[in-house]
């Protein structure tokens, strides 16, 4: 069964730091395109970032680029995202999900973790 | 704005069908794979229709996809109460490099 848990959420002030993690079992994480999604309270949802297999491919929402960092660990069957200069407008839970791939880019997002719940807030 | 436009709401009764649009341009829906969405109440998305109309494990024929052009349709037939929930359709956008979702659309079933 796959399974994903996102971690290291809560709440931080304007202009904090914060890291994601995302614990990945039950399938090949090292060849999985892997993705940042989050949601704004009562929003829809927001893709954030997308790092392929082995990290060769990675893309930003303009939103967060210059902003946050995404990252992989292969060998702990980890993904990571490094959230700097947080705003208020990036209260949101973030999900972890998997993604098929053609290329370079994914097409599909397979699988998604219940996300983690990041407040930027004074 | 999103760059793919759904309706912010559809209705219908039980036992009805429905259809879901999602509109985009040549970037994103006229050259890349859709995939839709649904969001329960309370829960993460999950996985509905992928690629032309491909369903994962799981999920009931009464669900379907299809892409005409620069646009998506999800269909629902036999509507349940079950079924009320948030659906979202999204695909690559080769321009902008980016992955891009549809506003959301809030299923009610009457």
């Known amino acids: 069964e796959v399974q994903l848990v996102e971690s290291g959420g809560g709440l931080v002030k304007p202009g904090g730091s914060l890291r994601l993690s995302c614990a990945a079992s039950g399938f090949t994480f090292s060849i999985s395109y892997m993705n940042w999604v989050r949601q704004a309270p009562g929003k829809g949802l927001e893709w954030v970032s997308s790092i392929s297999s082995d990290s060769t491919y990675i893309y930003f929402a303009d939103s967060v680029k210059g902003r946050f960092i995404i990252s992989r660990d292969n060998a702990k069957n980890s993904l990571y995202l490094q959230m700097n200069s947080l705003r208020a407008e990036d209260t949101a839970v973030y999900y972890c999900?998997?993604?098929?791939?053609?290329?370079?880019?994914?097409?599909?997002?397979?699988?998604w973790g219940q996300g983690s719940l990041v407040t930027v807030s004074a | 704005q999103s760059v793919l436009t759904q309706p912010p709401s559809v209705s219908a009764a039980p036992g009805q069908q429905v259809t879901i649009s999602c509109s985009g341009g040549s970037s994103n829906i006229g050259n890349n794979y859709v995939s839709w969405y649904h969001q329960l109440p309370g829960t993460a998305p999950k996985l509905l229709i992928y690629?032309?109309?491909e369903r994962p494990s799981g999920i009931p024929d009464r669900f379907s996809g299809s892409k005409s052009g620069t646009s998506a349709t999800l269909g629902i037939t036999g509507l349940q109460t079950g079924d009320e929930a948030d659906y979202y359709c999204g695909t690559w956008d080769s321009s902008l490099s980016a992955w891009v979702f549809g506003g959301g659309t809030k299923l009610t079933v009457l």
């Open positions: 690629d032309k109309n």
């Open positions: 999900a998997t993604a098929a791939a053609v290329g370079a880019t994914p097409y599909l997002l397979e699988y």
